[in-house]
């Protein structure tokens, strides 16, 4: 069964601080994607990765930065949140077949608040 | 600039119609489309993927279509039932990546 996860659901933190939203696949994919999502908007690319240490900033300028240690987990981190950082955050994976890429599979969305 | 556009606004029917959303494309040449479904506070689910070389695909009552001429793609849901309630987007294939349009937000009456 695909399974793609992220925590936390909900996050509401201040201004300046440090956060980091959790993914993890269990498909064994390749390929992992980081997107942000404003309400009734479309998904916009912020970071993706081809395998474990491989990482490459999307179509989006994000202040954020991502790791790829191990091939299930992709987390994303804010050094310093603001409120223009309010988003949805939802995080991706895919089989890596070249140019004919298979369906991604998307995890729940962490829901982000900066006050 | 490259672009991506949906119906802008909501789709309203009744039980049992069918649904037809839109998408157009401008300055993209895709090898491939997709079409997910999204639930309010959810990821996007995959529907349908289809390729450059094929005018159409359909799966249970899902039918979708690609002009690459007109640069457009239809995306139909036949005898419609209130659980096909949703945003719907469709997704191109660019630089062996997705652009996601903004979805068009369906809503089936009973």
């Known amino acids: 069964e695909a399974d793609i996860y992220q925590t936390p659901r909900y996050l509401v933190i201040g201004t300046g601080k440090k956060i980091t939203l959790e993914c993890s696949q269990t498909m064994g994919h390749d390929k992992m994607y980081w997107y942000q999502q404003d309400p009734g908007m479309e998904l916009h690319l912020i970071h993706y990765?081809?395998?474990?240490?491989?990482?490459e900033k999307g179509d989006l300028s994000s202040e954020s930065t991502v790791s790829r240690i191990r091939t299930e987990h992709f987390p994303l981190t804010l050094e310093s949140a603001r409120p223009s950082h309010t988003s949805q955050y939802l995080c991706?994976?895919?089989?890596?077949?070249?140019?004919?890429?298979?369906?991604?599979?998307f995890g729940p969305g962490t829901r982000l608040t900066v006050l | 600039s490259q672009k991506i556009e949906q119906n802008s606004e909501a789709l309203n029917i009744q039980e049992g119609k069918t649904a037809t959303l839109t998408c157009n494309y401008t300055n993209y040449s895709p090898a491939y489309l997709q079409w997910y479904r999204q639930d309010p506070g959810r990821g996007p689910v995959f529907l349908l993927l289809?390729?450059?070389?094929?005018k159409e695909k359909r799966k249970e009552r899902l039918k979708v279509t690609f002009d690459t001429t007109l640069k457009q793609s239809l995306f139909h849901i036949t005898a419609s039932q209130p659980a096909d309630s949703a945003t719907y987007l469709c997704a191109l294939e660019n630089d062996y990546k997705l652009s996601f349009g903004a979805g068009t937000t369906v809503t089936v009456r009973a």
């Open positions: 289809i390729r450059e070389n094929e």
């Open positions: 990765s081809y395998g474990v240490n491989s990482t």
């Open positions: 991706a994976s895919s089989e890596f077949t070249g140019r004919t890429q298979g369906e991604q599979f």
